[in-house]
Protein backbone atom coordinates (compact mmCIF):
# COMPACT_ATOMS: atom_id res chain seq x y z
CA UNK A 1 0.00 0.00 0.00
CA UNK A 2 1.20 3.70 -0.77
CA UNK A 3 1.93 5.44 2.11
CA UNK A 4 4.08 8.57 3.35
CA UNK A 5 5.42 9.00 6.92
CA UNK A 6 6.88 12.17 8.74
CA UNK A 7 7.53 11.42 11.87
CA UNK A 8 8.50 14.29 13.30
CA UNK A 9 4.88 16.09 13.91
CA UNK A 10 6.67 19.30 15.26
CA UNK A 11 10.00 20.57 15.41
CA UNK A 12 11.48 23.70 16.95
CA UNK A 13 14.55 25.30 15.67
CA UNK A 14 16.86 28.56 15.98
CA UNK A 15 16.99 31.14 13.72
CA UNK A 16 20.46 30.36 11.27
CA UNK A 17 20.47 26.72 12.69
CA UNK A 18 20.32 23.68 10.11
CA UNK A 19 17.07 21.91 9.15
CA UNK A 20 16.52 18.59 8.08
CA UNK A 21 12.71 17.28 7.92
CA UNK A 22 11.92 13.84 7.43
CA UNK A 23 10.01 11.83 5.09
CA UNK A 24 10.36 8.01 4.51
CA UNK A 25 7.45 6.39 1.56
CA UNK A 26 6.02 2.95 0.49
CA UNK A 27 4.94 3.23 -3.03
CA UNK A 28 4.79 0.18 -5.48
CA UNK A 29 5.66 1.85 -8.87
CA UNK A 30 8.66 4.45 -9.36
CA UNK A 31 7.97 7.71 -6.89
CA UNK A 32 7.49 11.22 -8.15
CA UNK A 33 8.19 13.01 -4.81
CA UNK A 34 7.39 15.93 -3.39
CA UNK A 35 7.61 18.72 -0.84
CA UNK A 36 4.78 21.02 0.17
CA UNK A 37 4.89 23.86 2.44
CA UNK A 38 1.67 25.51 3.63
CA UNK A 39 2.57 28.98 5.91
CA UNK A 40 -0.52 30.53 7.70
CA UNK A 41 -3.84 31.40 5.74
CA UNK A 42 -1.96 30.32 2.39
CA UNK A 43 -2.36 27.01 0.07
CA UNK A 44 -0.03 24.93 -0.46
CA UNK A 45 3.25 26.02 -2.46
CA UNK A 46 5.38 23.08 -4.26
CA UNK A 47 8.89 23.67 -2.46
CA UNK A 48 10.41 20.86 -4.96
CA UNK A 49 10.20 17.57 -6.42
CA UNK A 50 11.75 14.80 -7.60
CA UNK A 51 11.27 12.87 -10.95
CA UNK A 52 14.22 10.69 -11.71
CA UNK A 53 17.80 12.14 -12.21
CA UNK A 54 20.26 13.45 -9.88
CA UNK A 55 19.08 12.44 -6.42
CA UNK A 56 19.71 15.65 -5.02
CA UNK A 57 16.98 18.12 -6.12
CA UNK A 58 17.25 22.27 -5.26
CA UNK A 59 14.36 23.84 -4.21
CA UNK A 60 12.91 27.39 -3.81
CA UNK A 61 13.80 29.17 -0.84
CA UNK A 62 16.91 27.66 -0.34
CA UNK A 63 15.49 23.99 -0.08
CA UNK A 64 16.83 20.78 -0.93
CA UNK A 65 16.12 17.27 -0.85
CA UNK A 66 17.55 14.01 -1.11
CA UNK A 67 16.24 10.75 -2.50
CA UNK A 68 17.58 7.42 -1.09
CA UNK A 69 16.33 5.04 -2.67
CA UNK A 70 17.76 2.27 -0.35
CA UNK A 71 15.85 4.05 2.53
CA UNK A 72 12.75 4.90 0.99
CA UNK A 73 13.44 8.64 1.79
CA UNK A 74 13.10 12.05 1.00
CA UNK A 75 14.34 14.21 3.68
CA UNK A 76 14.31 18.18 3.03
CA UNK A 77 17.17 20.21 4.06
CA UNK A 78 18.11 23.81 4.64
CA UNK A 79 21.42 24.83 6.01
CA UNK A 80 20.04 28.00 7.70
CA UNK A 81 16.69 28.71 8.83
CA UNK A 82 14.99 32.26 8.23
CA UNK A 83 12.00 32.99 10.73
CA UNK A 84 9.86 33.68 7.83
CA UNK A 85 10.06 29.57 7.20
CA UNK A 86 7.86 28.95 9.96
CA UNK A 87 4.74 26.84 8.28
CA UNK A 88 4.33 23.16 8.20
CA UNK A 89 5.41 21.22 5.83
CA UNK A 90 3.77 17.84 3.75
CA UNK A 91 5.86 14.92 1.78
CA UNK A 92 3.89 13.53 -0.79
CA UNK A 93 4.57 10.75 -3.14
CA UNK A 94 2.56 10.15 -6.54
CA UNK A 95 3.10 8.30 -9.84
CA UNK A 96 2.25 9.61 -13.12
CA UNK A 97 -1.58 10.86 -13.65
CA UNK A 98 -2.45 10.10 -10.11
CA UNK A 99 -3.14 11.17 -7.07
CA UNK A 100 -0.70 12.00 -4.08
CA UNK A 101 -0.76 10.48 -0.95
CA UNK A 102 0.46 12.78 1.52
CA UNK A 103 2.20 12.31 5.21
CA UNK A 104 0.50 13.99 8.22
CA UNK A 105 2.88 17.41 8.08
CA UNK A 106 5.46 18.63 10.11
CA UNK A 107 5.44 21.96 11.64
CA UNK A 108 7.89 24.39 11.90
CA UNK A 109 8.68 26.78 14.53
CA UNK A 110 11.44 28.95 14.49
CA UNK A 111 12.52 30.96 17.72
CA UNK A 112 15.00 33.85 17.76
CA UNK B 1 -1.51 34.44 -13.80
CA UNK B 2 -4.17 33.62 -11.00
CA UNK B 3 -3.61 30.51 -8.98
CA UNK B 4 -5.92 28.15 -7.81
CA UNK B 5 -8.87 30.00 -6.33
CA UNK B 6 -11.46 27.84 -3.49
CA UNK B 7 -14.36 29.26 -2.54
CA UNK B 8 -15.77 30.42 0.30
CA UNK B 9 -12.47 30.09 2.58
CA UNK B 10 -14.47 29.12 5.54
CA UNK B 11 -17.90 27.74 5.94
CA UNK B 12 -20.02 27.02 9.66
CA UNK B 13 -22.91 24.59 8.97
CA UNK B 14 -25.11 22.87 11.00
CA UNK B 15 -25.15 19.12 10.45
CA UNK B 16 -28.20 18.06 7.89
CA UNK B 17 -27.34 21.38 5.63
CA UNK B 18 -26.10 21.24 2.47
CA UNK B 19 -22.92 22.82 1.16
CA UNK B 20 -21.26 23.50 -2.11
CA UNK B 21 -17.62 24.81 -2.25
CA UNK B 22 -16.17 25.82 -5.36
CA UNK B 23 -12.60 25.52 -7.24
CA UNK B 24 -11.59 27.43 -10.01
CA UNK B 25 -8.21 25.84 -11.50
CA UNK B 26 -5.56 28.00 -13.53
CA UNK B 27 -6.73 28.54 -16.53
CA UNK B 28 -5.61 25.66 -19.09
CA UNK B 29 -5.37 23.30 -16.74
CA UNK B 30 -7.30 20.05 -17.89
CA UNK B 31 -6.26 18.12 -14.57
CA UNK B 32 -8.18 19.06 -11.01
CA UNK B 33 -7.63 17.22 -7.94
CA UNK B 34 -9.96 17.75 -4.79
CA UNK B 35 -8.39 16.86 -1.38
CA UNK B 36 -9.64 16.78 2.20
CA UNK B 37 -7.35 17.25 5.67
CA UNK B 38 -9.32 16.20 8.88
CA UNK B 39 -7.64 18.22 11.58
CA UNK B 40 -4.42 16.19 12.85
CA UNK B 41 -4.50 13.81 9.97
CA UNK B 42 -2.90 13.66 6.71
CA UNK B 43 -3.86 15.30 3.45
CA UNK B 44 -6.43 12.57 1.75
CA UNK B 45 -7.05 12.00 -1.89
CA UNK B 46 -10.97 12.44 -2.74
CA UNK B 47 -10.98 12.86 -6.80
CA UNK B 48 -9.43 13.75 -10.01
CA UNK B 49 -10.93 15.20 -13.01
CA UNK B 50 -9.61 15.15 -16.42
CA UNK B 51 -11.26 18.18 -17.74
CA UNK B 52 -14.88 17.08 -17.31
CA UNK B 53 -14.88 13.92 -16.81
CA UNK B 54 -14.02 11.95 -13.33
CA UNK B 55 -10.48 10.19 -13.68
CA UNK B 56 -10.49 8.71 -10.30
CA UNK B 57 -13.30 9.00 -7.79
CA UNK B 58 -11.91 6.38 -5.29
CA UNK B 59 -11.37 8.71 -2.28
CA UNK B 60 -14.98 10.11 -2.40
CA UNK B 61 -15.77 9.04 1.68
CA UNK B 62 -19.70 8.23 0.62
CA UNK B 63 -22.72 9.20 -1.84
CA UNK B 64 -23.01 12.54 0.59
CA UNK B 65 -20.35 14.06 -1.72
CA UNK B 66 -20.87 14.81 -5.19
CA UNK B 67 -18.19 16.62 -7.48
CA UNK B 68 -18.80 17.97 -10.68
CA UNK B 69 -17.17 19.79 -13.27
CA UNK B 70 -19.06 21.45 -15.92
CA UNK B 71 -17.49 22.38 -19.44
CA UNK B 72 -13.95 21.44 -17.53
CA UNK B 73 -13.72 24.69 -16.04
CA UNK B 74 -14.43 25.27 -12.60
CA UNK B 75 -15.56 22.45 -10.18
CA UNK B 76 -17.67 22.36 -7.26
CA UNK B 77 -18.08 19.62 -4.22
CA UNK B 78 -21.45 19.41 -2.41
CA UNK B 79 -22.01 17.93 0.51
CA UNK B 80 -25.33 16.67 1.44
CA UNK B 81 -26.40 16.45 3.80
CA UNK B 82 -23.30 17.14 6.26
CA UNK B 83 -22.25 15.14 9.01
CA UNK B 84 -20.16 16.32 11.87
CA UNK B 85 -17.01 13.87 10.47
CA UNK B 86 -17.25 16.14 6.92
CA UNK B 87 -15.63 19.38 8.94
CA UNK B 88 -12.21 19.68 7.79
CA UNK B 89 -10.16 22.27 5.11
CA UNK B 90 -11.06 21.03 1.75
CA UNK B 91 -7.84 21.55 -1.30
CA UNK B 92 -8.08 22.06 -5.07
CA UNK B 93 -5.64 21.32 -6.97
CA UNK B 94 -4.83 21.25 -10.66
CA UNK B 95 -2.36 20.87 -13.26
CA UNK B 96 -1.15 21.01 -17.04
CA UNK B 97 0.33 17.69 -17.31
CA UNK B 98 -0.38 14.74 -14.95
CA UNK B 99 2.39 13.55 -12.31
CA UNK B 100 4.32 17.02 -12.49
CA UNK B 101 3.01 18.39 -9.49
CA UNK B 102 0.07 20.21 -8.65
CA UNK B 103 -0.72 23.84 -8.07
CA UNK B 104 -3.23 23.98 -4.52
CA UNK B 105 -5.65 26.65 -3.65
CA UNK B 106 -6.13 27.68 -0.22
CA UNK B 107 -8.09 25.65 0.89
CA UNK B 108 -11.70 25.76 2.42
CA UNK B 109 -12.36 25.01 6.07
CA UNK B 110 -15.36 23.94 6.78
CA UNK B 111 -16.96 23.36 10.17
CA UNK B 112 -20.28 20.84 10.80
CA UNK B 113 -21.53 21.75 14.11
Known amino acids: AQSVTQPDIHITVSEGASLELRCNYS??????LFWYVQSPGQGLQLLLKYFSGDTLVQGIKGFEAEFKRSQSSFNLRKPSVHWSDAAEYFCAVGSHGNQFYFGTGTSLTVIP | EAGVTQFPSHSVIEKGQTVTLRCDPI?????LYWYRRVMGKEIKFLLH????????ESGMPNNRFLAERTGGTYSTLKVQPAELEDSGVYFC???????????FGQGTRLTVV
Open chain 2, 27 to 31: SGHDN
Open chain 2, 93 to 103: ASSQATGGGAF
Open chain 1, 27 to 32: YGATPY
Open chain 2, 49 to 56: FVKESKQD
